[in-house]
């Protein structure tokens, strides 16, 4: 399988290379992260400008009309910066969701405003506690739980059961009357929002909405439809993943090479290259498979796509935990000190490994899938 990229997908990954490496430092991000807000509406603007917001929007919209290959090589670079900002939630999955569900007068007004960075849409599907949202006459009532970047959203498209007892997609305005939101930091430096809603007006993205005449939104919205937007943002959560863990090998290599032990460079010592070669191994194993994820996550073939997707977040996350420790190990008690970019890598792999269906629930899915297939 040919896994090489062309000159203008190198050319992307180099442009936002550039960015992360010149116009988002260490010590900017963390000024972001310890803002108020947690995350830059100029920097948005800023990847909004150099286009990547525009990646995954079909260009009738006023998109790139790219794929999640390009998308991929984006997120890596994200990932060595440890972006912030709400790429993967609104530039993501976001556009996914509104192509397989809204009406051609939806997407046009939505999702040039999503390329230009005017407008944060997110989802909003995991239940709180197991309290389902659910939808009567227009009006929600119910709660979800870690809404990534939900504070900063101009939109919220939410998942409820209807009265049919199905699952609906709602949009829903935040600040309007009986919806709450408490924002709050996670593990890995990023937002989430618990999501309270009372009797809250909604918009169903979907047939028969509200009635109303004239709404914008068609097409009958169902649980693998946003099943399937999610599946995209799981192969570029696995390539942001390959870009933090490649900048954690780089990092914990030079380490090896000026830390002194004994009166050489402890990069010498046999027993620590063996560990940094099995470093690479995982490194390897999981680009080639983010890669696989990249290239089968739109597929309609929805058990193989699942399965694929299954086997690429297993390889991914055991690499994320395995590399992440060794290099933290090997790095000393500095390596979690809060001064260096490794201890904030660490967290962020941590989280990836747990997100999106953690290692064990995919290893499960896959080990289903397979035997029914």
């Known amino acids: 399988m040919n896994f090489d990229f062309n000159e203008e997908q190198r050319a992307l990954a180099d442009t936002v290379q550039r960015f992360i490496a010149r116009d988002y430092s260490f010590e900017k991000r963390r000024a972001i992260r310890d803002s108020g807000a947690g995350w830059s509406r100029d920097v948005w603007q800023a990847l909004a400008d150099l286009g990547v917001l525009a990646l995954n929007i079909d260009e009738e919209h006023g998109g790139l009309g790219y794929g999640p290959q390009e998308t991929g090589l984006v997120m890596a670079a994200f990932g060595a910066g440890l972006l912030l900002e709400p790429y993967l939630a609104g530039a993501v999955i976001a556009p996914a969701l509104i192509r397989r569900t809204a009406s051609a007068d ?32 227009g009006k929600l009532s119910g709660r979800k739980a870690v809404v990534a970047h939900g504070a900063c959203a101009d939109l919220l498209l939410v998942s409820a059961r209807t009265a049919g007892g199905g699952i609906g997609l709602f949009a829903v305005t935040p600040g309007a009357e009986g919806v709450a939101l408490r924002d709050y930091p996670t593990l890995d430096g990023q937002r989430a929002a618990d999501l309270v809603l009372n009797n809250a007006p909604a918009i169903k993205v979907g047939a028969g909405s509200l009635c109303v005449p004239g709404n914008p939104l068609r097409g009958q919205v169902t649980a693998n439809a946003i099943e399937a937007a999610l599946d ?43 560990r940094m070669a ?38 991914v996350g055991q690499a994320c935990r395995f590399i992440a420790q060794n290099a933290v190990q090997l790095h000393g008690g500095m390596g979690m000190t809060d001064e260096l970019m490794l ?25 289903r899938l397979a035997r029914a297939a």
Not at 106 to 111: F, T
Not at 251 to 262: G, I, S
Not at 354 to 360: L, P, Q, R
């Open 278 to 315: 099995d470093m690479l191994l995982h490194l390897e194993q999981a680009r080639s498979m983010s890669y696989l994820a990249a290239m089968h996550c739109a597929s309609e073939d929805r058990p193989a796509r699942q399965r694929t997707l299954s086997a690429a977040k297993v390889t």
């Open 106 to 137: 939806y997407q046009r007004e939505w999702l040039p405003k999503i390329a230009t960075g005017e407008a944060i849409v997110v989802l909003a599907h995991a239940d709180a506690r197991g309290e389902a949202v659910t939808e009567n006459k």
């Open 343 to 367: 201890s904030h890598w660490f967290k962020r792999l941590t989280a990836i490994e747990m997100s999106f269906g953690d290692t064990d629930m995919h290893l499960q899915r896959f080990v």
């Open 232 to 274: 995209i943002g799981l192969a570029a959560l696995c390539a942001e993943a390959v870009g933090i863990m490649d900048a954690t090998i780089a990092a914990t290599t030079e380490y090896l090479k000026t830390r002194q032990q004994f009166g050489q460079p402890i990069g010498r010592f046999q027993a620590l290259q063996h």
